[in-house]
């Protein structure tokens, strides 16, 4: 089957630099995106890899390992609007978007 | 310019009783999506659609039905609501269709309850 794991939850400090983790296995890759969701309110989406390396944009960056089935979105400079859910997802060999569960981001004065 | 809009935001429903969430986008995507995403699960497709005329089905479309007469509007119907259909609904659209890889946007959602 089609799985994707992030932490359910990682608590931070404000202005503190937090990485969230997420592994897949999915038939076949095409892809790599990550959203981020405020309570109560739709994703957006913040950044996508589909080459191996890291993706700088802002205070996020994301990095991308397809022989590991793995990556991370890095967020700089924690804010305490940076409290959020955190979703990744794979795009799988017939273009479908896999979503992982979403960490929750905690951040603490 | 709005992007995605739905309706209703919120709902509460009797079991047994016909439903249709309305969703709308400007942006003149090709492909739209319904998704569910309820608590410590990852959002979950219920149907698709690639182009107007066309839909297909999700991971888990039992239940639920919809349509694409044109490019903007991509309501979901619940024929008759179950309480395990109680969720939060988000509409999403994307400019290309299929065999692309393409970022989904996504409407506010419809937070349904269904007893």
């Known amino acids: 089957g089609q799985n994707i794991d992030q932490p359910t939850e990682m608590t931070a400090t404000e202005g503190a630099i937090v990485q969230i983790n997420c592994t897949y296995q999915t038939s076949g890759f095409n892809g790599l995106f990550w959203y981020q969701q405020h309570a109560g309110e739709a994703p957006t989406f913040l950044s996508y890899?589909?080459l191996d390396g890291l993706e700088e944009k802002g205070r996020f960056s994301s990095f991308l390992s397809r022989s590991k089935g793995y990556s991370y979105l890095l967020l700089k400079e924690l804010q305490m609007k940076d409290s959020a859910s955190y979703l990744c997802?794979?795009?799988?060999?017939?273009?479908?978007?896999?979503w992982g569960a979403g960490t929750k981001l905690i951040i603490k004065p | 310019i709005a992007g995605i809009t739905q309706a209703p935001t919120s709902q509460i429903l009797a079991a047994g009783r016909r439903m249709t969430l309305r969703c709308t986008q400007d942006?003149?995507?090709?492909?739209m999506y319904w998704y569910r995403q309820d608590l410590g699960l990852g959002l979950r497709l219920i149907h698709y659609?690639?182009?107007?005329?066309?839909?297909g089905k999700g991971e888990v479309p039992d239940g639920y039905s919809v349509s694409r007469a044109n490019t903007d509007d991509f309501p979901l119907t619940l024929a008759s609501a179950v309480p395990s259909q109680t969720s939060v609904y988000f509409c999403?659209?994307?400019?290309?269709?299929?065999?692309?890889?393409?970022?989904?946007?996504f409407g506010p959602g419809t937070r349904l309850t269904v007893l």
């Open positions: 999403a659209s994307s400019d290309s269709a299929t065999g692309v890889t393409d970022t989904q946007y």
């Open positions: 997802a794979v795009f799988d060999s017939n273009y479908q978007l896999i």
């Open positions: 659609s690639n182009t107007a005329g066309t839909t």
């Open positions: 890899n589909v």
């Open positions: 942006m003149r995507h090709n492909a």
